[in-house]
C-alpha cells in the first residue's frame, strides 16, 4: 500500500466519523430542545414516588416554534408523526396564535373532548385544532390508544419565560416557555 492510498483511507474513515458524530449531536440537540418544550398531564393519575400510578391517559403539549422546527429539519431521524406536525408551522392557520402538538396516549378507555382542555385558562374549541378532524384523537379513545393533534392558542397566552397552565378535567400541568 503507498502512501497516498493510505492517507486517503484515512481522511475517508475521518470523514465518516465525523458525520456520524454529527449525526450523533444532531440527536441529542433535538431530545434537549424536545425535553425543554414540554409538559406531561396524567389524567386521572396519582403520583407515587417516580411513578404514576392509575392514570387514565398521558398528555404531552409539545411547544411548537422556531427552534423546535430547525431542530427536527436538522435531525434526519426525526419521528414522522414529529415531522408531521411542526410543518403547521408559520401556516395561514397559525399566523398570530402559538401551536402546540398534543400527543396523547390512553391506558384506560378515555373521551377526550376540545372543551376538556385549557391553556391558561383559555378553553379549547374545535376551531383551535389544526389537524383534519378525520384524524385528531377526539372521542371515545380505546386502551393503548396513541395519537397526535395540533392546537393552535392565542399567541398572549404564551410568553417567553411565563408559566403556562394545562388542565385537562380536574388535572393540571405546569411549564416555563423556554426564553430561546
Keep these: 500500500m503507498n ?4 492517507l486517503t483511507i484515512i481522511l475517508a474513515c475521518v470523514l465518516v466519523f465525523a458525520l456520524c458524530g454529527g449525526a450523533v449531536a444532531a ?9 425543554d418544550r414540554v409538559a406531561t398531564l396524567y389524567v386521572e393519575g396519582q403520583p407515587l414516588g ?4 392509575g392514570a387514565r391517559a398521558k398528555l404531552e403539549f409539545i411547544y411548537v416554534d422556531g427552534v423546535l422546527v430547525r431542530a427536527v429539519k436538522d435531525d434526519e431521524r426525526a419521528p414522522s408523526w414529529l415531522e408531521w406536525h411542526v410543518n403547521k408551522y408559520g401556516s395561514d392557520e397559525a399566523k398570530g ?3 402546540f402538538i398534543l400527543r396523547v396516549e390512553t391506558f384506560k378507555p378515555f373521551t377526550l373532548m376540545p372543551e376538556m382542555i385549557a391553556v ?5 374549541k374545535e376551531e383551535n385544532i389544526l389537524t383534519r378532524k378525520e384524524f385528531a384523537p377526539l372521542g371515545e379513545l380505546p386502551s393503548s390508544f396513541k395519537g397526535a393533534m ?4 392565542p399567541g398572549d397566552l404564551v410568553k417567553p419565560d411565563k408559566k403556562v397552565r394545562f388542565s385537562c378535567g380536574g388535572d393540571e400541568a405546569v411549564w416555563v416557555v423556554p426564553k430561546k
Excluded: H, P, R, Y
Design 50 to 53: 417516580n411513578m404514576i400510578i
Design 150 to 153: 395540533v392546537l393552535a392558542v
Design 3 to 6: 502512501k497516498k492510498s493510505f
Design 97 to 99: 396564535k402559538k401551536l
Design 27 to 35: 440527536q441529542g440537540d433535538l431530545e434537549k430542545v424536545l425535553n
Design 120 to 124: 391558561n385558562g383559555f378553553q379549547l
